[in-house]
């Protein structure tokens, strides 16, 4: 079973940045695609950025376009989201996903895999 587990959260200023990490262990030779989803306070789960297996394709949500970057490291198993320019609305558990295909999509249940969280708290 591929585990994930998120670090890097954090309270921050509003124009501020954070970098979260994701690390993925055990049966990682299983792992495709990996993505970042956030959930805030009484809200559905949303889909933030996604990258393929190969890096070559990132998909990100509008709502984040521009200030967040999803990057990774196949060698450390490891994938990153840049966040820049937070805003308070931005506040949210992140949650790192990975899927046995090697291709990025931005729908939740196309997941297999999903870490604990980390908490994102924007102050304005």
């Known amino acids: 079973q591929v585990q994930l587990v998120e670090s890097g959260g954090g309270l921050v200023q509003a124009g501020g940045s954070l970098r979260l990490s994701c690390v993925a262990s055990?049966?990682?030779?299983?792992?495709?695609?990996m993505g970042w989803f956030r959930q805030a306070p009484g809200k559905e789960r949303e889909f933030a950025a996604a990258?393929?297996?190969?890096?070559?394709?990132?998909y990100y949500a509008d709502s984040v376009k521009g200030r967040f970057t999803i990057s990774k490291d196949n060698a450390k198993n490891t994938v990153y989201l840049q966040m820049n320019s937070l805003k308070p609305q931005d506040t949210a558990v992140y949650y790192c996903?990975?899927?046995?295909?090697?291709?990025?999509?931005?729908?939740?249940?196309?997941?297999?895999?999903w870490g604990q969280g980390t908490q994102v708290t924007v102050s304005s």
């Open positions: 996903a990975a899927r046995s295909s090697m291709v990025a999509t931005t729908t939740t249940n196309e997941y297999n895999y």
């Open positions: 055990s049966r990682t030779f299983s792992i495709g695609a």
């Open positions: 990258i393929s297996r190969s890096g070559r394709t990132t």
